[in-house]
């Protein structure tokens, strides 16, 4: 009897605990949304009528965005970010995880109103943090083994093309065209090739 084939589906990224997620696993935007723009309403001391009129909206699209009813886009979020004093990110950001992993096509992606555009948020700068960011290019073969990095470090990859083994060296995750992975850079981890022509973008931060 013949043995069976093993599988080379990629393995399924973990859930981050609260993050709030559709039906198929993709996070709920409205959700988000809503949760990060109570949170900033509420550190900034604002009324809900304070910040609708900073930023050019009626107070009902806000109520409603905080209610997670209504499809929010880019530049709504934009003006609000802008009027409650807080990045764009901190009103899409997820719930953070060591380890993460966003498989192309998945995360928080929110949608321009003029044009055909969509922004999906991998991942946000840290207060006093500093990123410098690479592009890899690599072949199969030996992979390439890194030694822990300064203390806090963390590691972004975004794969481009080709297929890798990618993050920490006891437990690397499989990554196709498209998807994106964070890790710990403080910790020893690895890049291998899986494919010829690999590519990705590599962002480094420390704080």
């Known amino acids: 009897m013949s043995e069976p084939t093993p599988s080379t589906t990629p393995p ?3 859930a981050v605990p609260g993050a709030p997620t559709e039906q198929g ?4 935007v409205r959700a988000l949304v809503a949760q990060g723009l109570r949170t900033a309403r509420a550190r900034s001391g ?5 910040v609708a009129r900073r930023a050019g909206i009626a107070k009902s699209t806000l109520s409603a965005l905080e209610s997670a009813q209504g499809n929010p886009g880019v530049e709504t979020l934009w003006a609000l ?3 409650l004093g807080v990045p764009f990110s901190a009103l899409v950001e997820r719930p953070s995880a060591r380890v993460q992993v966003i498989r192309a096509g998945e995360g928080p992606r929110v949608p321009a109103g003029d044009a055909t555009y969509e922004a999906t948020l991998l991942a946000a700068c840290p207060p006093m943090a500093r990123r410098d960011l690479y ?3 690599a072949e199969p073969g030996v992979p390439r083994r890194s030694e822990p990095h300064v203390y806090g470090a963390q590691e972004h990859l975004v794969l481009a093309s080709g ?3 990618a993050g920490p060296l006891e437990a690397p995750v499989e990554l196709g065209p498209g998807d994106y992975l ?3 850079g403080d910790e020893p ?10 590519t990705a973008v590599l962002l480094s931060e420390t704080s």
């Open 12 to 14: 399924a990224a973990p």
């Open 25 to 28: 696993g993709r996070p709920d």
């Open 46 to 50: 604002l009324s809900l009528s304070e």
């Open 81 to 83: 970010s802008d009027a």
């Open 135 to 137: 592009r890899i290019t």
């Open 163 to 165: 297929r890798a083994l």
């Open 182 to 184: 964070s890790y710990p």
């Open 189 to 198: 981890h690895l890049f291998e090739a899986l494919e010829p022509g690999t």
